[in-house]
């Protein structure tokens, strides 16, 4: 490559240019006769030709007064006759980079012109290089940017995520996040553009938040509680020496209040969050207490407690005639029990069960329980420091139901045949081929995750899930979910960890989801992947304090696979609804669902080098006042958006998007 220098600029001197212009003039003047002279003039004036950045090519022309004259060109060549390169008006003469010295002579009849010849000089703008920076990489420390060469006759500008940046002193980059770099070389009317793209990532989070700027969650703005009305659900007659769990609604016209209140009580120091109008406590209280009170501002609750030291009930370690557990019984489970096939146990209303560290509930057969918000039947283990193992369902038909209880300190196993798929943790509910009905119902303060189905139904309408590794693994099987809240996953604390907490995941599954709220989550609100396809269908729903995704959806190979989300909220996350690694048979459909004030609101891309292939279309939704784009199409893999992949109908952003310029963009 040939490249600029000031002594092959400046060659071209005031009386050089003064004799072409001259010579020009004097070629297109016709005499008496209107007849052109046939000498030979170039039309390119300048002896050096810069190209653009589009093109590898320049075309040199030559004046042309009458087109019955014939001019004949060679180049870097012998001095030209009729036996030479005839020159077409049409195409010109076409170079590529180089020096070449062009020699042109006309012919009209019996008339030959002189030989006129001329040297010309193709370039380009030379790359603008930057010191010890590599395209397309990743950093983790940070990145500075500076001109590798500068020529003096060579102006620069530099853009940086659309900030005007120099580039010609050592400019340092340290935050998180992608960064597009555009880099603008100009010389005189010549110009030329080199991109570059990097990420620098977070020394703590690394690779699952690629390009992202780190985010952790705003914290909630905590309400001064008024007329509403404070519903405490608790076991009234309990036991004594183990955890009381207590679930407080914050309700106004018989509908949760959506704000945020904190409370304190008479037992211990602990602060309990209520968020969106919900939020429990587990307290440990002796028989020395009749009462626990409460309280929020001004107001205090006083609840009467009766506890007890129990004659403890114990239950068979096979049971194999069906039985009812009479109300407020209490029972001891300190083996592992089976409930045969065809078996029924049927809970009545205030029953106490203590299970012993580690222990499981093995049902074959049908577990019924019949609980009120009045009388829950409570499950929780009997060390108020530890953990109960779970129920489990591996007889296919088996079948649980339950209404009115709350479920304390299941998940103890991490090892051996009763760890699950992400989460790596027992399930409160592990089920292969069997079913799961549970309403109006309190898991609360779980080290595990609560759902492990395979190939199985499940139904949860009323439920709330509150502090656990995961709200669970959904797998080949179908869930219908209503109603409910999930949040805080593994607590409500606000440090970055990554351990798969997500609110649900649903595998290789269909769903139904309405009503229902996922919040305060480490990882994402309802993550849905994995090999295989399912049909998603999330309705009325709010996704909220995520640090990763409100909804990460992704698929693999070629499998069919759909999500409907409809009427939908996502704030406060990470990244409201993301398209990642997928199927090129993979739809997402987000109909009138709003994104405000995430990290990122929408997005197409993968943090990992994983084939984008599937298709997002958003229609009559806004995203609007979210913190770093509003939208983002990136793919990892290839370091581009596919614009095309992702689409908007009728669609309102606060944020202007290049690749996407018929938004509707508000202030």
């Not at 914290?219 to 207590?246: L, Q, R, W």
Request: charged share 20%; hydrophobic share 35%.
């Amino acid at each position: 490559m040939v490249y600029i220098n000031n002594c092959i600029k400046y060659q071209i001197t005031f009386c050089f240019i003064l004799t072409c212009l001259v010579i020009f003039l004097s070629a297109c003047k016709k005499d008496d006769d209107n007849i052109c002279t046939i000498d030979p003039v170039f039309k390119t004036e300048d002896s050096i030709i810069v190209l653009g950045q589009n093109t590898d090519k320049a075309k040199i022309e030559l004046v042309i007064c009458d087109y019955n004259i014939e001019f004949y060109y060679t180049i870097n060549g012998e001095n030209p006759d009729i036996n030479s390169d005839l020159y077409n008006p049409d195409s010109g003469i076409v170079l590529g980079i180089g020096d070449y010295l062009i020699k042109a002579k006309g012919f009209l009849n019996d008339t030959e012109s002189d030989i006129v010849e001329k040297r010309y000089i193709i370039s380009v703008l030379p790359l603008a290089e930057l010191e010890n920076f590599y395209n397309h990489r990743n950093y983790y420390s940070p990145v500075v940017l500076k001109l590798k060469n500068t020529d003096n006759i060579i102006t620069y500008e530099a853009v940086l995520n659309d900030s005007n940046i120099t580039l010609t002193e050592p400019y340092s980059v340290s935050e998180e996040g992608f960064y597009y770099l555009e880099i603008t070389s100009k010389l005189d009317t010549y110009i030329r553009k080199d991109n570059y793209e990097f990420v620098i990532l977070d020394e703590e989070r690394g690779e699952p938040e690629w390009g992202l700027k780190a985010w952790t969650p705003q914290s909630f703005t905590v309400s001064t509680i008024g007329n509403e009305e404070v519903e405490i659900i608790y076991p009234e007659k309990y036991v004594a020496n183990i955890n009381m769990p207590f679930i407080l609604k914050i309700t106004e016209n018989n509908e949760l209040k959506s704000a945020y209140y904190t409370f304190s009580n008479s037992v211990n120091s602990s602060v309990l969050n209520l968020k969106r109008g919900i939020g429990s406590i587990n307290l440990l209280s002796d028989n020395s207490i009749n009462s626990v009170s409460f309280y929020i501002n001004n107001r205090t609750i006083n609840l009467p407690v009766e506890l007890e030291e129990p004659a403890w009930m114990y239950m068979d370690e096979i049971i194999d005639s069906s039985i009812v557990i009479n109300q407020n019984s209490r029972i001891y489970i300190n083996k592992n029990i089976t409930i045969t096939k065809g078996v029924s146990v049927q809970v009545e209303g205030g029953a106490i069960f203590a299970v012993a560290e580690g222990i499981n509930i093995i049902n074959n057969g049908s577990l019924i329980i019949n609980g009120t918000d009045e009388i829950p039947v409570v499950f929780t283990c009997i060390n108020p420091d530890s953990f109960w193992g779970g129920i489990i369902c591996n007889e296919s038909g088996s079948e649980i139901t339950v209404n009115g209880a709350i479920f304390c300190q299941s998940g103890y196993h991490n090892t051996g045949d009763y760890v699950y798929g992400h989460a790596q943790r027992q399930a409160l509910f592990y089920m292969e081929n069997s079913t799961l009905e549970i309403m109006n119902s309190y898991i609360i303060d779980n080290i595990g995750q609560i759902f492990y189905p395979v190939n199985s139904n499940l139904n949860i309408d009323n439920v709330l899930i509150q502090r656990a590794k995961t709200g669970g693994q959904i797998n080949h099987s179908y869930i219908s979910v209503k109603n409910s809240v999930f949040t805080d996953f593994p607590d409500d604390s606000y440090n970055y960890i990554d351990e798969d907490n997500d609110a649900l995941y649903v595998n290789a599954s269909d769903a139904d989801i309405q009503n229902s709220v996922f919040m305060y989550a480490r990882d994402d609100g309802i993550d849905s992947g994995g090999d295989l396809g399912g049909t998603i269908n999330i309705s009325n729903c709010r996704f909220e304090a995520i640090f990763h995704e409100g909804m990460a959806l992704s698929s693999r190979n070629s499998v069919q696979k759909e999500h409907n989300i409809m009427n939908c909220t996502f704030t406060n996350c990470g990244q409201g609804a993301e398209l990642g690694f997928s199927s090129p048979n993979h739809i997402v459909n987000i109909d009138s669902c709003h994104f405000n004030y995430n990290n990122i609101g929408i997005r197409y891309g993968d943090n990992y080098n994983s084939q984008v292939e599937g298709k997002m279309i958003v229609r009559d939704s806004y995203i609007v006042n979210n913190f770093d784009k509003d939208v983002w199409n990136m793919v990892r893999l290839i370091w581009q958006p596919k614009i095309d992949r992702l689409s908007f109908i009728n669609t309102v952003v606060s944020m202007p998007v290049k690749e996407y310029p018929d938004l509707i963009v508000i202030n």
